[in-house]
């Protein structure tokens, strides 16, 4: 099933949207609650994040497979349970659920990232018994980890992985209309592999195609200026705050 973004309720309201990367985590740990409250206070509406699994399959709030970065010690995710997990001291909290998120901040729309292939039945899970269907957009760098999701939750929207991003962008530039499976939105750096992805013409060919453009990751005011001055329809960024400030300036 593919859903034009128009008629998705989670592309409803005022563009250019303010994506918060992994929430607001210039005074909290990223990937946290005090994170994402943090967000909500600035007024964002819009959180992207990550699931990574536990040991015993439970789809955790996580970037990074390892625990080093985030927590400074040895290990895997995948190693602990998710009560085990809640435990580990990232910064004054431990690790939450995906679950546990979208049911405490029920008013944000999520940009799930899905890290984990062993992630993926509980992500189902957690979206079907919240009833998150329409405040959900399912990604992956991983085409096959985003369609093995989608197969499983039909009704949200989703963004392309990498490799499908590379074979529009190439067929966009080569004149012919790419096959969109199931994606709504295009979630890309503003330049990959030295290459512009993001300029007045190309964003103009992307909305063309029905889909939007969210440019990753920008923290720099005129940087968010200069693209929204392009017309992309949101920025991902660690500084919401200032986004924030950009967007309703």
Same mark, same amino acid.
Request: hydrophobic residues 45%.
């Given at each position: 099933? +593919?859903?034009?973004?128009?008629? #998705?309720? &989670?592309?409803?309201?005022?563009?250019?949207?303010?994506?918060? #990367?992994? @929430?607001?985590?210039?005074?909290?740990?990223?990937?946290?609650? @005090?994170?994402? !409250?943090?967000?909500?206070?600035?007024?964002?509406? &819009?959180?992207?994040?990550?699931?990574?699994?536990?040991?015993?399959?439970?789809?955790?709030?996580? =970037?990074?497979?390892?625990?080093?970065?985030? !927590?400074?010690?040895?290990?895997?995710?995948?190693?602990?349970?998710?009560?085990?997990?809640?435990?580990?001291?990232? @910064? @004054?909290?431990?690790?939450? +659920?995906?679950?546990?998120?979208?049911?405490?901040?029920?008013?944000?729309?999520?940009?799930?990232?899905?890290?984990?292939?062993?992630?993926?039945?509980?992500?189902?899970?957690?979206? +079907?018994?919240?009833?998150?269907?329409?405040?959900?957009?399912?990604?992956?760098?991983?085409?096959?980890?985003? #369609?093995?999701?989608?197969?499983?939750?039909?009704?949200?929207?989703?963004? !392309?992985?990498?490799?499908?991003?590379?074979?529009?962008?190439?067929?966009?530039?080569?004149?012919?209309?790419?096959?969109?499976?199931?994606?709504?939105?295009?979630?890309?750096? !503003?330049?990959? &592999?030295?290459?512009?992805?993001?300029?007045?013409?190309?964003?103009?060919?992307? =909305?063309?195609?029905?889909?939007?453009?969210?440019?990753? +990751?920008?923290?720099?005011?005129?940087?968010?200026?200069?693209?929204?001055?392009?017309?992309?329809?949101?920025?991902?960024?660690?500084?919401?705050?200032?986004?924030?400030?950009?967007?309703?300036?």
């Amino acid at each position: 099933m +593919t859903f034009r973004v128009d008629s #998705h309720p &989670y592309f409803e309201g005022s563009r250019p949207r303010v994506f918060a #990367h992994r @929430g607001l985590h210039t005074e909290r740990p990223e990937n946290t609650r @005090g994170a994402f !409250a943090a967000a909500l206070a600035v007024g964002v509406t &819009y959180i992207e994040t990550d699931v990574v699994a536990s040991r015993d399959g439970v789809a955790m709030i996580a =970037h990074d497979l390892k625990l080093d970065r985030v !927590a400074g010690i040895r290990g895997r995710v995948g190693d602990f349970t998710a009560a085990e997990l809640a435990d580990i001291d990232l @910064g @004054g909290e431990g690790f939450f +659920t995906l679950r546990e998120a979208l049911t405490e901040f029920p008013t944000i729309r999520f940009n799930i990232d899905v890290k984990d292939a062993r992630a993926i039945d509980d992500v189902v899970a957690a979206i +079907t018994e919240t009833n998150a269907n329409d405040r959900v957009l399912v990604s992956s760098f991983s085409a096959r980890r985003r #369609h093995a999701t989608l197969a499983r939750l039909p009704k949200v929207a989703s963004s !392309a992985a990498s490799t499908e991003f590379l074979r529009i962008f190439a067929a966009i530039r080569l004149g012919n209309t790419p096959p969109l499976p199931q994606i709504q939105a295009l979630q890309i750096p !503003a330049s990959a &592999y030295g290459i512009p992805t993001v300029t007045a013409e190309l964003v103009e060919k992307y =909305h063309r195609l029905g889909l939007e453009v969210h440019v990753w +990751t920008i923290n720099d005011e005129t940087a968010m200026r200069r693209l929204i001055g392009l017309g992309v329809d949101g920025i991902v960024t660690d500084r919401a705050d200032i986004a924030m400030r950009v967007v309703n300036s």
